[in-house]
């Protein structure tokens, strides 16, 4: 009896990083030249791994840019991240915040035209402006519920969602591999509805059994170079 294909896992990398004051103070030429070196180096990993960048600065006064990186290859996606600081603007950044998560896989029988980078379901991550991230700890007692209780409460949150139709929610799990127990992407086409849906899910009984969820990250997806020239 032939054995069922499994599910790869998808290894997900939320970076957010600090541009130093030092970098503001090189002059035009040296910033130009710094910029575009670093945007190279960006660049040469975009077609093995899936990439979004947001602008956080003015927005928090400990983050300027976040990187989220997804790959199903780890040690990759591991050298790539470290590669951030090692050239051009990227030795003047300073990581403010690092998660790690894994997402479940496509189904392996989904055709690789509807995959992107061959492990990635398209249109399923990265889709909107707008993106709430923060990590999630759980409290003890969430664990002590049976799976019908947990299933229960999971549904009712999720009917929630449902009611925003240009809202994306994906989970990405921690365990084992980063403090939190699982890190929460919410993605909005406005602003207004991913506060309002914020709102709403923050009065959830599901909510009884979160530990903890700071911080709580609000990021505009712009192109690095657009962020680059913002904050320098």
């Known amino acids: ?27 035009s030429n040296e910033k130009i030249a710094a910029k575009q070196e670093f945007e190279n180096m960006v660049g040469t990993a975009q077609e093995k791994l899936f990439l979004r960048t947001y602008m956080v600065s003015g927005l928090r006064s ?8 997804m790959s ?14 090692s050239a051009g603007a990227g030795r003047y950044m300073t990581p403010s915040f690092c998660y790690l998560g894994v997402h479940q896989g496509p189904d392996p029988a989904l055709p690789r035209k509807d995959l992107d980078f061959g492990f990635l379901p398209k249109d399923t991550f990265g889709r909107h402006r707008y993106m709430l991230l923060h990590p999630v700890i759980k409290a003890h007692t969430w664990y002590e519920l049976s799976d019908a209780e947990r299933e229960k409460l999971t549904a009712e949150r999720a009917q929630v969602v449902s009611r925003y139709r240009d809202i994306q929610e994906n989970f990405f799990l921690s365990y084992g591999l980063d403090e939190p127990d699982m890190i ?8 207004e509805d991913l ?20 911080p709580v990250l609000l990021c505009l997806g712009r192109d690095l170079r657009e962020i680059m020239d913002a904050i320098s």
């Open 1 to 27: 009896m032939e054995k069922p294909k499994k599910y790869a896992n998808i290894y997900s990398s939320f970076m957010l990083v600090k541009l130093q004051p030092e970098f503001r103070r090189l002059i």
């Open 62 to 69: 400990d983050s300027d840019i976040l990187f989220w990186r």
């Open 195 to 214: 506060t309002a849906a914020t709102h709403e899910l923050r009065q959830q009984r599901i909510k009884n059994y979160t530990c903890s969820d700071k």
């Open 72 to 85: 199903d290859d780890l040690p990759y996606l591991q050298e790539v991240c470290a590669r951030t600081f």
């Open 184 to 191: 929460v992407a919410r993605e909005a086409k406005s602003l």
